[in-house]
Every structure is written in C-alpha cells, then in structure tokens.
C-alpha cells in the first residue's frame, strides 16, 4: 500500500481563485518525489496542504491508508524546509539543530547523540559552535535541513530548498541532498521550478502546469515519453524543438524543406489540412545526412560553444530550432547546412489538444 495517497485533490481559495484541479497521486515509503513547474502553477499550494497548512477544499488525502484529511500538522508526522531557512539568530548551529527535540524535553545524551549524528550526515561537525551568521549560504541551508531531519518524521517536504543559493552552491547541495534521502530514505517530497533539479533529484517527477498535473513519471520517462508538448518543452536543457504546421498532402513544409510525415505516422491521411507540432531534442540531431531520418536542410544564425558541444542556432523556413553538435563540427554562421533526426527521436503532437500522437492508435 502507497504511503501517501492523495485522491483528487483540489483547492479553492476563499476568493473563489481554483490553484490545484484533482491532483491524483500516490507515493512509496521512501520514495523521493519532486513537483515542478512554473512559478504559480500549484507546486506550494500542494505541498501546504500535504503538510496541514492549507486546507483541502475537496478529495482525500490518506497517510498509511488512514484519511488525515483533518489532522493537524503535527499528527502528520511531517518536517518541513522552507525557502528562506528561518535559523534563530542568537543560537549556535548545535541548538538550531537541537530546538526541536529541547522543546519535547528529550534526554540531553540523546540529543547530543543524535546532533552529532545528523552533523556528521551534513558535514557541520566543524560548525556546531557558530552562530548562523558566520555560516555560508550553503552550511545555513544545512542547518535548516538538519533540524527538520533530526526529528523521526514519516515524511521531509521541502519548498524550493536551494532557491537562496549561488549556482555553484546549488549544484553542491543537490549532491547532497540526494546523499541525504540514500542514508535516511526518509519518503521526500521536493517543490522546485528547476527541471534540472527535478531530473537530478527525484525518483518521480510530477510536471504541474496551471493547476494541472500534466505528467507523472520517472525523470527517463518524461525525458522519452512525453505525453504533451508541454512536459517536451519543460524537461531537457537545450528544450525540445518544435516546428509547427497543417499537414498537406501528408508532409510539413520548413522553408525548402518538405517532412513525409507518413514515415513516422502510417494514418497520416487522417490528419490532411489539421496541425500537428514536429519535435526533436536539440541533441538528437545529426549533422550531414543519415538514413532512417528526417533530414532538414537550413542557415546558421548564431553558435554557442559550451565546452565540448556547442548550441548552434538555425532558421528554417519562418521557424527556428537549436542543434547541440560536438564542438569540432562546428558550422560557420550563414552557412547552410543539412542535418538529420533519427525517425525514433521524432515526437509527433496534435496542434489542438497538444498531446503526443500514438502512431499505432
Ligand atoms: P511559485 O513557484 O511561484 O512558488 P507555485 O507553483 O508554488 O509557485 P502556488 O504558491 O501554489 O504556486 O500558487 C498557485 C496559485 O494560487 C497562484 O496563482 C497563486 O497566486 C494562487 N494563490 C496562492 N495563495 C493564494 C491565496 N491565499 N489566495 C488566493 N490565491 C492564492
């Protein structure tokens, strides 16, 4: 059985405005979970109901099969980390990661004990006698992670944890966190809006988007099975390309390129005059001309060398499309050039609805 089971889930705020539509979802002991999105889409709201601080307007929201629905934050048995760390100010990192087991009056031993131990975990040994403010961004989000993980909880949500961090730090403590989660295995819920978070970290990601949960999957299902054009353009970095058009006499036009859509899509003739969106990742691409590809030809606008493989930039016909090549084939800007997408790196969708065409349906 699921540990956390959330059953057609939504929330209307008391202004009437509808944040999260019947979130469906059920999550494993130890599972390590992320909700990601843009900025709006219901992530917070989610997590905030999860841990009792919303209300749920309707659906059921079960811990070990039990309706919890009406518990209170602490029955839930959930730690918390937020955005903005919130240490006490006044307090060494050894009492800010203690508080909590202070306040239930625990066995100093005990509590000694367990301080080391999280310390050891977080690498905050060295620190335990600084007060925050001679810590880097970094040690203070530690902290705030050790005192939500040294108490026993069933589940550790977390709100954007790195949000506050520089760039370089929040690649350190991605590593770390997902250390974390391996020696804890505590059942983990993220909230981010970074993909390469998501990706990174979780064992599930669900992809919200305006209130909607729009896919829930592995990071290698959504990277290969999108279902939407949405979780296409949302996981992977370069995002995927997207040409669009009506499809005549069975093909999309690109400036001189013409696309055979039948060799993808056998019903091909049912979509004659309707729009479908033609997809590939920028790093499925081929330079020159391979076999068993779609092969479009067009000019160069711009390069970006990364380090070993360089962004190039391309224009076909009115659209435009990014290549990830390795470095050393590098075109010139202007040039025109051919390049192929294995038909298996295609993704077909429907113009309309925007879902993923089943070739075989
Ligand atoms: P972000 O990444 O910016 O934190 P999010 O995905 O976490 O975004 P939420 O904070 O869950 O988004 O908000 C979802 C939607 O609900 C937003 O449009 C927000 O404006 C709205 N919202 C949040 N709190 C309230 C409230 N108390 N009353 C009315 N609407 C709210």
Redesign the pocket.
């Known amino acids: 059985m699921a540990y956390l089971t959330l059953k057609n889930i939504n929330?209307i705020?008391?202004?009437?405005?509808h944040?999260?539509h019947n979130f469906n979802l059920e999550i494993e002991k130890g599972e390590f979970v992320v909700?990601v999105?843009?900025?709006?889409?219901?992530?917070?709201?989610?997590?905030?109901m999860i841990a009792g601080l919303?209300d749920i307007s309707n659906g059921e929201f079960l811990i070990d099969g039990k309706r919890a629905n009406e518990w209170g934050p602490r029955e839930r048995q959930i730690a918390m980390v937020f955005?903005s760390y919130a240490l006490y100010p006044q307090m060494t990192v050894y009492d800010n990661i203690a508080f909590g087991l202070t306040l239930q009056g625990v066995d100093e031993d005990v509590i000694e004990q367990k301080v080391n131990r999280v310390a050891g975990i977080l690498g905050l040994k060295d620190y335990l006698d600084r007060l925050p403010r001679a810590l880097s961004g970094g040690q203070r989000q530690r902290v705030a992670i050790g005192r939500a993980i040294i108490r026993k909880v069933g589940v550790f949500l977390m709100?954007?944890p790195l949000s506050n961090l520089d760039a370089k730090q929040r690649v350190t403590m991605r590593y770390e966190i997902a250390q974390i989660h391996r020696e804890t295995g505590a059942t983990t819920i993220y909230?981010?809006?970074d993909q390469t978070e998501a990706r990174t970290l979780a064992d599930r990601i669900v992809v919200?988007r305006?209130?909607y949960v729009m896919q829930i999957g592995t990071p290698y299902e959504l990277y290969y099975r999108p279902q939407n054009v949405f979780v296409a353009g949302f996981i992977g970095e370069p995002p995927m390309n997207f040409l669009r058009g009506a499809v005549t006499d069975g093909a999309l036009s690109f400036g001189e390129t013409k696309l055979e859509l039948g060799r993808k899509l056998p019903g091909i003739k049912a979509w004659e005059g309707k729009e479908i969106v033609f997809g590939f990742r920028p790093e499925a691409v081929q330079l020159g001309k391979q076999e068993n590809a779609y092969q479009i030809t067009c000019g160069v606008e711009l390069t970006e060398m990364l380090g070993d493989n360089t962004n190039v930039y391309v224009a076909a016909g009115k659209d435009h499309a990014i290549l990830k090549v390795d470095s050393h084939d590098t075109p010139e800007t202007d040039a025109e050039i051919t390049f192929s997408i294995p038909l298996e790196s295609v993704y077909l969708f429907d113009g309309e609805t925007e879902n993923v065409i089943d070739p075989t349906a």
Do not use: I, W
């Open positions: 929330k705020y008391p202004n009437g405005f944040a999260v909700f999105g843009p900025s709006g889409c219901g992530k917070s709201t989610t997590l905030r919303e955005q709100d954007e909230v981010t809006h919200m305006a209130g």
